[in-house]
């Protein structure tokens, strides 16, 4: 079973810091995604990365994959208090597997 | 594009009740899961269609917990009878085809929470 483990679990900050979360892994992924889910709502898919050691960008968001393509990190700069919410890696091949989560609460 | 419609939005039943949730994917997904979410953690797959097969339910609790998806459109999760730890939210999630495609994601449901009492 494919398991992927995220940290931190919760993490409290004030609007314009910067916080990476990671997303880890004892098995060898063919591709990594990330999602962002809001209370009430799904998961929104942000990115997919593929290949090992890539980044990816998305405005303030940044996504690696590590080079052997065991765990992902987000990075987040100049947090902003719509990026509140629970953040998801999730892999497989014929289905998905998701993360423990990390819960994101940005203060004004 | 009209996006994964899931009902109902809440529900609360006693111990021992039957619940039913249903899901309409989006239009010419082929593929269909289900997901429990405890609150706090990440979504556990609970079953897999296919079309209007089962590709995978090994983690569905099928001593109380079923599904369908007859005509390989909407679906239907059932849960009878229902436990304190069956409290959860309830995704559904549809993708183009099988398989995690790297050029397209899960497309999910606003799920339905269910609290057992």
């Known amino acids: 079973t494919q398991l992927l483990e995220q940290s931190p679990q919760f993490l409290s900050i004030q609007e314009g810091e910067n916080l990476t979360v990671y997303c880890n892994s004892s098995s060898v992924f063919s591709s990594l995604q990330w999602y962002r889910q809001e209370p009430g709502e799904g998961p929104v898919l942000l990115v997919t990365?593929?290949?090992?050691?890539e980044v990816k960008k998305l405005k303030r968001l940044t996504f690696q994959f590590g080079d052997a393509r065991k765990d992902s990190s987000l990075h987040i700069t100049a947090a902003q208090p719509g990026d509140t919410g629970l953040y998801l890696c999730a892999g497989g091949f014929q289905k998905l597997v998701f993360g423990t989560g990390t819960r994101l609460l940005v203060s004004p | 594009e009209a996006g994964v419609a899931q009902s109902p939005r809440y529900k609360i039943i006693e111990k021992r009740q039957s619940v039913a949730f249903w899901c309409n994917p989006i239009?010419?997904?082929?593929?269909l899961y289900w997901y429990q979410q405890i609150l706090g953690q990440g979504p556990k797959l609970l079953i897999q269609f296919q079309n209007n097969g089962v590709v995978d339910d090994s983690q569905l609790p099928k001593d109380r917990f079923s599904a369908e998806r007859l005509k390989g459109v909407d679906s239907t999760l059932k849960i009878q009878p229902a436990k304190l730890e069956d409290s959860a939210v309830y995704l559904c999630?549809?993708?183009?085809?099988?398989?995690?495609?790297?050029?397209?994601?899960?497309?999910f449901g606003s799920g339905t929470r269910l609290t057992v009492v």
């Open positions: 990365v593929v290949t090992g050691g």
């Open positions: 239009s010419g997904h082929a593929t």
């Open positions: 999630a549809s993708s183009i085809r099988g398989g995690t495609d790297v050029n397209y994601g899960y497309t």
